[in-house]
């Protein structure tokens, strides 16, 4: 078998748990909010479409995390079944060094690498603009939807609604009954003429109404007052609910914002909590790229020891390294956002530390040192399976 034909079979074995992993993981971080858009289908009335586009802006955000994750597990698993099978062994013996065997990998990281860093530092934010700017078109148009002429409306948990005719030109509507809920007590308000509008900057949504009155009772059980107001103008605002769709806010986060925006908002920051926050937001999205080459940097000299556990045992280191990678990542972000140390010091010495750690066990592995790591989980895996034959049999 050529070198060409063995990469080939080694690219297979990898690719194959990755892609697979892929979509498992990103299933799974969607599945969060699976629940919540389910509802919105079922009880408020939103088209499965819309659903569709909100969960298309959603993948972006759930790549930087998935992409590294799942080549992490589809090296662990590819090589931790080659190591079982004694497949790498055989390859050692025909001549081939962990250089050679490790080529297949580290071109599928820098592959990862380039995807990961297109997702984090573009397709990241525009997805979190994008959520944003399609749950208020479609808190617009539930609005919009909402109001029909000649039907009481009362989905609404604020107002009851109601019109007699619509101006299908001009969006008017004629006769307007509108029953206004309160604290203090319920308001009607009846009007000539009304219009729904949208604030796309502000995003709320608003029924203006004209020439009309309002009709109150007086507040407290003692009070028997009735008044009456009359209004050329008055604008009512129907509440959608706190769970009808997630909360949009019109101040945009550091998550929304390009990177380029991102850096121009740094510079222009005098508020230094708040910088120390953008900094560290933009030193995540230039560190992400470099997750994909750390796990393959870790995950080639722990899954081409020979390993009696298979895939189960690269599965579980392959956790084990993800973990500690997401306390380091997470420890470095921390301490950027609050300021105690500088944000090139925090990441870029957290990675420098894994590099280091990486090169160090792929040194030890070229040498045909055991790692005590694999040797650990070995041996707790053939213990528990012991444990569980020792029941099964009683």
Not at 147 to 153: D, S
Request: aromatic share 10%.
């Amino acid at each position: 078998m050529s070198r060409s034909q063995i990469h080939r079979y080694i690219y297979r074995e990898v690719l194959s748990p990755t892609l697979l992993g892929l979509l498992v993981f990103t299933l799974v971080l969607l599945m969060g909010r699976l629940v919540k858009l389910v509802d919105l289908v079922i009880n408020k009335g939103i088209s499965l479409w819309d659903i569709l586009i909100l969960f298309g802006t959603m993948i972006p955000s759930f790549l930087t995390i998935s992409l590294p994750l799942a080549l992490l597990m589809g090296i662990m698993i590819g090589l931790s079944r080659m190591s079982a099978d004694s497949e790498t062994i055989a390859l050692k013996a025909a001549g081939l060094s962990l250089t050679n065997i490790g080529l297949p990998v580290f071109a599928l990281a820098i592959i990862f690498s380039l995807l990961t860093g297109a997702a984090g530092l573009w397709a990241e934010p525009w997805g979190y603009r994008a959520f944003k700017t399609k749950v208020f078109e479609i808190t617009r148009q539930k609005a919009s939807i909402g109001f029909r002429p000649q039907i009481f409306m009362d989905q609404f948990d604020n107002l009851v609604f109601y019109a007699d005719s619509l101006d299908d030109r001009t969006g008017k509507f004629r006769n307007l009954f509108i029953v206004e809920k309160r604290a203090e007590g319920d308001t009607l308000i009846v009007a000539d003429s009304g219009q729904v509008s949208a604030d796309a900057v502000h995003e709320t949504v608003t029924i203006h109404l004209s020439d009309g009155s309002i009709h109150r009772l007086g507040d407290g059980a003692s009070d028997n007052s009735y008044q009456i107001i009359n209004f050329r103008n008055y604008d009512v605002h129907p509440d959608l609910g706190p769970s009808a769709l997630p909360k949009v806010r019109s101040r945009i986060k550091a998550k929304e914002l390009s990177s380029a925006e991102l850096m121009n908002k740094i510079r222009g920051e005098d508020n230094e909590s708040k910088r120390h926050l953008l900094n560290a937001e933009l030193y995540r999205r230039f560190s992400t790229p470099l997750a994909p080459l750390l796990f393959a940097l870790f995950a080639l000299p722990f899954g081409i020891q020979s390993q009696r556990s298979g895939r189960s045992g690269g599965i579980i280191i392959g956790l084990m390294i993800y973990l500690c990678y997401y306390f380091l990542f997470s420890l470095a972000k921390t301490m950027t956002a609050e300021g105690t140390a500088p944000a090139w010091l925090s990441f870029w010495a957290m990675h420098l530390v894994m590099i280091s750690a990486g090169l160090y066990l792929l040194h030890r592995s070229s040498l045909e040192k055991p790692n005590r790591v694999v040797v650990w989980v070995n041996i707790v895996l053939a213990r528990f399976k012991a444990r569980n034959s020792q029941s099964e049999n009683s």
